[in-house]
């Protein structure tokens, strides 16, 4: 994919120091792009928005 939107924005849960983070950005297409912010030249996931909506709101709910 390598192309997207908006910028790449890093996890909310990921701290400073952390070795286990993720950034997730728009891609023109209108799907959710995930990759690791370890490595960032390596692989992408791309989501439809409908699905990444569906994924965040049963993780807000499992913390609720």
Do not use: H, I
């Amino acid at each position: 994919m390598k192309s997207t939107g908006s910028p790449w924005r890093k996890s909310t849960y990921s701290a400073d120091g952390k070795q286990n983070c993720v950034e997730v950005a728009a891609t023109s297409l209108g799907r959710a792009a995930v990759r690791d912010t370890q490595d960032r030249e390596g692989p992408e996931l791309a989501f439809a928005a409908r699905d990444w909506n569906r994924f965040l709101s049963r993780v807000r709910a499992v913390e609720a």
